[in-house]
């Protein structure tokens, strides 16, 4: 069970690790560089995270469900810190699946076909939706550790 949490968390902390460092290092470092550049070279961030994030779109929900169940019996039993982690988990993983399937992938086709105006667009909806996912990540991963390691209240 330990070793579930354990790969549960590592694959929540690079999901919004990578989002953080996205949205509040690389992109103001990537301001500068002159638009067809910087286009390009979120296209490419995106193509090395994006795989990363498809594993944790994967495992979190699954190692989440399997110890949820695993240690509380039924999904009425689950206490509320654990009820807050799945509806933000949920939402994220929606939130993501957007971003890959619509703005990601006019970003990409932006890129290839020289229309830097419609990659330019998609990446200002992928850097709205990252921010918002990220919030939601950091309140997820709050919840999660104070709901775990506290007693007697009914958060947890
Ligand atoms: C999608 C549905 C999810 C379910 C069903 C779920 C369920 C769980 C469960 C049952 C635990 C163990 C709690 C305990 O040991 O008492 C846990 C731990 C944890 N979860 Fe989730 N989780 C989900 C999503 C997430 C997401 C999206 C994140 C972060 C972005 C996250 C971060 C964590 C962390 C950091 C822990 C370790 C807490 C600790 O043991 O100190 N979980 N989760």
Redesign the pocket.
């Known amino acids: 069970m330990s070793y579930l949490?354990a790969l549960?968390?590592l694959l929540?902390?690079i999901?919004?690790g990578g989002m953080f460092f996205a949205y509040m290092i690389l992109r103001p470092a990537a301001q500068p560089l002159e638009t067809q550049q910087r286009l390009s070279l979120w296209a490419r961030t995106f193509g090395g995270f994006f795989p990363w994030v498809w594993g944790a779109v994967l495992i979190?929900?699954l190692?989440?469900?399997y110890?949820?169940i695993a240690?509380?019996g039924v999904m009425a039993a689950?206490?509320m810190?654990?009820n807050i982690?799945?509806g933000?988990?949920?939402l994220?993983?929606l939130l993501y699946l957007h971003v890959f399937f619509a703005p990601y992938r006019r970003l990409r086709r932006g890129v290839e076909s020289g229309d830097f105006v419609k990659a330019g667009h998609a990446l200002v909806q992928i850097r709205q939706l990252v921010a918002i996912n990220m919030a939601?990540?950091l309140i997820?991963?709050f919840v999660?550790?104070v709901?775990?390691?506290c007693t007697g209240s009914r958060f947890c």
């Open positions: 949490i549960h968390g929540a902390v999901w919004v979190v929900p190692t989440g469900y110890v949820a240690r509380f689950l206490p810190y654990v982690m799945q933000l988990g949920i994220m993983i939601l990540g997820t991963i999660a550790l709901g775990a390691n």
